[in-house]
């Protein structure tokens, strides 16, 4: 049976990195079994994130407020869930993610149905595995996630990450606004929904800044513990 695949590209400020990943996920060869559609979601861009992404031809979701990663996410989440699509999954703009991945993904979803696919950089340890700072980081919130839902995933802050019909339907009616990608899982967790890691080679990013950096580590960190935190106790 085939199923309806959403790549959503969430993107602010992407000009630079945005063509070449649109012209590799046109030049993927995906699972058969899959039927794939991407859309770029222009989180209120102030470059020309929105004019290279019409250029490629490719839907384009754009925002009237920049509403974050995690607003950007929900909203193309949304699209999914309104246009009946299987599968979401989740592709960042900036180009880390190659798309000849995602059959890595795809299939995982098809041997485990899982509701939730984590792409993880640190499983084999291949491909860019970010700096110290940022693995210490990560380290910090695999073992906050396991303490708080006595689940181990290693690549908590992957934005590399499948959803399937259940997630979309939690996800569209709630997701975590900033930096989403721990206190989701969390909060996927607590509704019972199963989720798997899969080894997958990133790289660098291949345009554009991070906001991520610098002080903002520090106020990241405090941030997502506390937004973790309270998922953990907030009723479903």
Known sequence: MIKRLLIVIPSYNEETALPKLLYEIKAT??????VVVPVVVNDCSKDNTEAVAKASGETVVSLVNNLGIGGAVQAGIKYAKRNGFDYVLQMDGDGQHPPSEVNKLLQAALDTNADVIIGS????????????IRRFGIKYFHWLNRILTHKSVHDTTSGFRLLGARAIKLAAAYYPDDYPEPESLIFFSRAGLTIKEVPVVM???????????GFSTLFYMTKVTLSSILSYVRKI
């Open 29 to 34: 060869t995906f699972l058969h079994s899959f």
């Open 121 to 132: 950089r640190f499983l084999n340890k291949e491909g860019f595995q970010t700096s110290l």
């Open 203 to 213: 790289r660098e990013r291949q345009g554009g800044k991070s906001s991520i950096a």
